[in-house]
């Protein structure tokens, strides 16, 4: 089958032509985003490949349909980039990623709680300068800690097994509670998870229900300094209003490896150019908030 592989970098020809040996389609991969500029390149291509920060809306949707697209195959496990209304009203077949890397994820997770924890990112710094003070850099441990996990699907899941090994008291809520965690977490409200958590990890997929879970309202129930990490999708936060819980004090540490504004920042080098976001640019000012550019699934390349 011939197919259209968008926002391909050299990581993704590597490990898509390895995994197509076995099959022998017809990979034509494009550097570019898929939007409507964009859409005419897959014209006379039965499947289109898409990532994150592709934007595959009604009218890329109907440009795919007139050009023969009848697949579309995202490289991930959230979908909220595809409306699959229009995919639906067009015929187009949407297919994903159905656990993406949940260990990767996870890990990954309790990886920037315990940097944030332990400042293990100002330590690094000072180290690399020759500074071996330990003043201002005193932590504090996991263990005992409540955390609240928003989201207990595959990724959240083992969120929850990893910290049941610190010790921590785990609080959740998801619509579907997941049966497997009985004996891990205590499943309750978004309100009481919200008003008791120090720690509170975001593993919601990114939809109309939660967009913008986490804004001025919620974060004024949060428990005054406490620890926000978001490893699932950036619209989860309204970003200013979290920067104003950030210099207010009432969010205490924050780690996001995504960001609502992300495709005009994320998957490239900018390193010599001057960054337009100034959103972006003030975040990346506190010594409370670690920043990663999806990261957090990028753990083996040959999937
Ligand atoms: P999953 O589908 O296994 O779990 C999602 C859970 O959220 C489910 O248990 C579901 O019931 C729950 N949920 C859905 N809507 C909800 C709502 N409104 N309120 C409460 N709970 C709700 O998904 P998985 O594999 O655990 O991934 C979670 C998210 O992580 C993905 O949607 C994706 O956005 C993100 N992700 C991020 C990656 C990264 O590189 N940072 C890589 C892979 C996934």
């Known amino acids: ?40 390149l897959a ?7 898409v990532f994150v920060n592709d934007d595959v809306n009604a009218e890329v949707m109907a440009a795919l349909a007139a050009g023969g697209t009848r697949l579309i195959a995202t490289r991930s496990a959230g979908y909220n980039q595809i409306d699959l209304a229009a995919a639906e009203a ?18 990954f997770t309790v990886g920037l709680m315990l940097m944030l924890a332990r400042r293990i990112h100002r330590g690094h710094q000072r180290v690399r300068q020759n500074n071996f003070e330990l003043e201002g850099l005193q932590g504090f441990e996991l263990h005992n800690k409540t955390v609240g996990i928003l989201g207990t699907g595959k990724i959240g899941a083992n969120v ?5 090994g610190f010790g921590c008291t785990l609080l ?26 120090d720690i509170i990890t975001l593993h919601v997929p990114l939809t109309p229900e939660t967009h913008h879970l ?14 926000l990490v978001n490893t699932s999708r950036g619209g989860l936060l309204d970003t200013p209003a979290v920067i104003e819980g950030l210099k207010s004090g009432q969010i205490g540490y924050l780690a996001i490896d995504v960001y609502e504004e992300e495709d005009e920042l994320f998957f490239q080098d900018l390193s010599d150019q001057v960054v337009q976001d100034d959103v ?12 990663t550019a999806h990261q957090a699934f990028f753990s083996h390349e040959a999937l």
């Open 172 to 197: 959740a809520y998801d619509l579907y509670p997941n049966p497997s965690l009985a004996d891990v977490v205590r499943y309750t409200d978004m309100a009481e998870l919200f008003g008791l958590a």
């Open 214 to 227: 986490i804004n001025a309202a919620t974060i004024a129930q949060l428990k005054r300094g406490m620890m």
């Open 280 to 291: 972006f640019a003030r975040l990346l000012t506190f010594p409370n908030v670690i920043v």
């Open 90 to 107: 067009h015929g187009i077949t949407v297919a994903r990623v159905p656990a993406y890397s949940p260990s990767a994820v996870s890990e």
């Open 1 to 40: 089958m011939r197919v259209a592989v968008f926002s391909a970098k050299p990581y993704d020809r590597r490990s898509l032509d390895a995994g197509n040996k076995a099959f022998g389609h017809e990979l034509t991969y494009y550097e570019t985003h898929l939007d409507p500029l964009t859409a005419p």
């Open 160 to 164: 929850a097994r990893a910290l049941s």
């Open 43 to 49: 014209a006379g291509y039965p499947a289109v490949s």
